[in-house]
C-alpha cells in the first residue's frame, strides 16, 4: 500500500485529507508544520507528500527542498490558497509533481496522486537501467572550465535545463557542442527520457527527411515496412539536431512546419505525429550571418534560436588546457588502463602555447596518442604529437625519424599504438582517429604482426 504524507498547519485541511487519502486506500500520515512533517519523513519513507505552501517557520519551499534532498523519487504536490506565478515557478523548477489551489477539487486532486504516485514508479524503474550510463557519462562527460566564458555557460544549463525551449548552440568544431548538448538532457526534465542525435551533414536531403520524420511502407523504393523517425523516437527527450547549418531550403521549410505545428507526417503517410521532444540545434558557422546571406531561413532561425548558447574556442580560454589537461589523462588512463598522471612544467607549458585549431576534441586526442606512447607514469615531451598545420603532424621528438619516409613513421607509429593496446583493434582506431576498416588495410599494408 503506498504511503502519503500530509503536512498542513490548518488541523481541518488536515483531518479532511486524511480522510479523503484513506477512502482511495492509501496510507495517510499527518504533520502540523513543515519541521514535524521532516522528522516523520525519515521515519515512514512516504511515497508521496501533500504540502501546503504557506506555514510559519518553514513553508512549503523549504519542505519540497528538502524531501528532494532526502530521496528524489518522493513526489511532492504543494496545496496553496494564494495565487503566486513566483511560487508556482519556483515550485516546479526544484522538482514539485504539481501545485494546486483551495478549495481542492478533489477530484482533480485523485487524478493528480493517482498520476503521481504512477511517475514515482516509472522514475524508480528507469533509475535502475540507466542510472549506471548516467554515472557513467557524468564521470566521462563532465564540461570542464573555470574562465567566466565557461561559468557563463554552466549558469545558461543552469537556468534552461528545467524547460524544453529549443536552443541553439554556436561553437567551432571541436569545442564540445554535443557534450554541452548531452549535459542539458542528463541534468534537467528530459534525463529520463532518450538523446537522440542527428548529423544533418551524414545523409541526402531525402535520406535526412525519412531519418527525421519516418517513412510509411512503400513511400519509396526500400521502404519495405513502416518506420519511426528521430522525432517520434524521441519522445519527451532531447533530439540534437548537429550542423542544422547544412540542411536543404526545401528541408528548412518542413523543419519550421513541424516547430509551429508541434507535428508532423512520415514520408508518404497522412496521419499527423505530435512532437513532444525538446530541439537542440547546433553548428560550426554564424547562423545569423548565413541568414544575412540568404542561405538560412530567418524565420527558422528565430525559432531554433529561442535560447542561444556560444562555446569560445580553447585558444581563447587558455587558462583552462591545464584542468583539461588532468582531467583528460584521467579519464583516459581508465580507458587504457594506464597510470600517466605527472606533467612536467614544459610540457604543461608546450600545450599551454599550442592554438589547437581543432579544440577540445585535438586536445583530448593529443593526449591519447601521448598516454600510448608514454612508457612511464610521465607525460614526456616527446610523447606528444602536435601539428604545425592542419594534416602536417610533428612530433616534438621528431628528430628521431630524420631520415625515415612518412610511410615508415606511421608504420612504426601504428605499430606502437598496437602492441601499446595490446592489439586491442577498437581502441587502436580510436587513438589513431581512423575507421576499423582503414586500420586493417593499413596492417595488411605494412605486414603488422602481433609480438608475442
Given amino acids: ?211 527525421l520524420f519516418g517513412h510509411v511502407k512503400g513511400a519509396f523504393t526500400g521502404a519495405v515496412r513502416d518506420k519511426k523517425g528521430k522525432f517520434e523516437l524521441a519522445g519527451e527527450g532531447t533530439i540534437f539536431l548537429d550542423e542544422i547549418s547544412e540542411i536543404s531550403p526545401n528541408l528548412q521549410v518542413k523543419l519550421l512546419r513541424v516547430i509551429q505545428e508541434k507535428e508532423f507526417e512520415r514520408v508518404g503517410g497522412e496521419a499527423t505525429v505530435p512532437l513532444k521532444a525538446r530541439i537542440i540545434a547546433a553548428t560550426n558557422r554564424n547562423l545569423s550571418e548565413l541568414v544575412a546571406e540568404g542561405k538560412f531561413r530567418e524565420d527558422l532561425f528565430y525559432r531554433l534560436s529561442v535560447f542561444t548558447i556560444d562555446i569560445p574556442p580553447l585558444r581563447e580560454r587558455k587558462e583552462d588546457i591545464p584542468v583539461l589537461v588532468v582531467h583528460f589523462l584521467n579519464k583516459i588512463d581508465r580507458l587504457l588502463h594506464k597510470r600517466v598522471r605527472k606533467i612536467p612544467y614544459e610540457v604543461m607549458e608546450m600545450l599551454e602555447n599550442y592554438e589547437w585549431v581543432g579544440n577540445v576534441r585535438e586536445l583530448e586526442n593529443t593526449l591519447t596518442q601521448a598516454v600510448v606512447l608514454a612508457k612511464g607514469d610521465v607525460l614526456e615531451k616527446e610523447n606528444i604529437l602536435l601539428r604545425k598545420s592542419p594534416g602536417q603532424p610533428v612530433q616534438s621528438g621528431f628528430a628521431n625519424f630524420a631520415g625515415m619516409s612518412l610511410s615508415a613513421v606511421e608504420k612504426v607509429h601504428i605499430q606502437h599504438v598496437l602492441d601499446s593496446l595490446k592489439w586491442d583493434k577498437t581502441k587502436a582506431a580510436e587513438v589513431l582517429g581512423i575507421s576499423k576498416p582503414t586500420l586493417y588495410n593499413k596492417i595488411q599494408l605494412y605486414s603488422l604482426t602481433e609480438s608475442e
Fill in 1 to 211: 500500500m503506498e504511503t502519503i504524507l500530509i503536512i498542513d498547519d490548518d488541523e481541518s485541511i488536515r483531518d479532511t485529507l486524511e480522510i479523503f487519502i484513506g477512502e482511495l486506500g492509501y496510507k495517510a500520515h499527518i504533520a502540523k508544520n513543515g519541521r514535524a512533517g521532516l522528522e516523520l519523513l525519515e521515519k515512514i519513507h512516504p511515497d508521496l507528500v501533500l504540502t501546503d505552501l504557506k506555514m510559519p517557520e518553514m513553508d512549503g519551499l523549504e519542505v519540497l527542498k528538502a524531501v528532494k534532498e532526502f530521496d528524489d523519487h518522493i513526489q511532492v504536490i504543494l496545496i496553496t490558497a494564494y495565487e503566486d506565478i513566483n511560487s508556482t515557478i519556483k515550485a516546479m523548477q526544484l522538482g514539485a509533481y504539481d501545485y494546486t489551489e483551495k478549495p481542492i477539487e478533489s477530484d482533480r486532486l485523485k487524478l493528480t496522486i493517482k498520476r503521481a504516485l504512477e511517475s514515482k514508479k516509472l522514475s524508480e524503474r528507469l533509475s535502475e537501467t540507466i542510472s549506471g550510463d548516467t554515472q557513467e557519462y557524468q564521470m566521462e562527460n563532465s564540461l570542464v572550465g573555470k574562465t567566466r566564458e565557461m561559468k557563463e555557460i554552466y549558469k545558461k544549463i543552469g537556468m534552461i535545463s528545467s524547460s524544453k525551449i529549443n536552443i541553439l548552440i554556436q561553437g567551432e568544431s571541436g569545442t564540445g557542442k554535443e557534450l554541452v548538448t548531452k549535459i542539458i538532457h542528463y541534468s534537467g526534465i528530459t534525463k529520463l527520457h532518450p538523446f537522440v542525435p542527428v548529423n544533418c551533414t551524414a545523409l541526402t536531403e531525402t535520406l535526412l527527411e525519412s531519418e
